[in-house]
């Protein structure tokens, strides 16, 4: 853990925001105690962050930069299909590394605010849609999807999978269930889904 005297008082912000968020829930976290748990003043957090949703959506805004920022770290030279199964396991490995982000990411991107603000879209989110659509349209255009389905309804069956997926195994463990499942099923379903999307040589190649 970081020394909290060489942190700036906005990252301190971000760690006890993200902590409290996971563990309290946003509704039941004030922005009083986000301050004292960064040992800092309310209104410091309303100067970096303007209210307590700025200060949920910087959050959702830096974990989306950083899941983006694994794009950097796949050879864009290798064919989309194995960057793509390259990005899955960049993503579910990153979230698994930082369980308050997956909770928040889980839950708390998908609640409606008292104010009516739905999904919490931030800049960083959507360009990474952007770039699995472009990923998925390089596939198509290669003649590699099995149906003309457009990249963004692909795209978005994939996201729906995998976030169904740990968002019901995160469930049951609040529940103090097993969930029946591991993160490596979840894997083994994506992939059984985009195998069953490729041209059947296609799928044949990436078995082989």
Known sequence: ?????????????????????????????????????????????????????????????????????????????APPVQRLRLLVDHVL??????????????????RIRKQGHAVLMTGSFIDFMRKLDVMLAEMRQRGELRFDFPPQAVRSALMGICEGMLRDELLARRKGVESGYSIEDVKAILEMVLTSLLLPEQARRAHS
């Open 1 to 77: 853990m970081q020394d909290k005297e060489s942190t700036s008082s906005r990252d301190r912000i971000l760690q006890a925001a993200k902590h409290l968020f996971a563990q309290r829930g946003y509704e039941n976290t004030s922005t009083i105690m986000i301050a004292r748990a960064a040992s800092t003043s309310e209104s410091q957090l309303v100067k970096h962050f303007g209210s307590k949703d700025g200060l949920l959506e910087a959050i959702f805004e830096l974990g989306w930069r950083q899941m983006g920022n694994l794009f950097e770290a796949i050879v864009d030279t």
């Open 93 to 110: 490995a990153g979230l698994n590394r930082d369980p308050e982000l997956k909770e928040l990411m889980l839950f708390e991107s998908r």
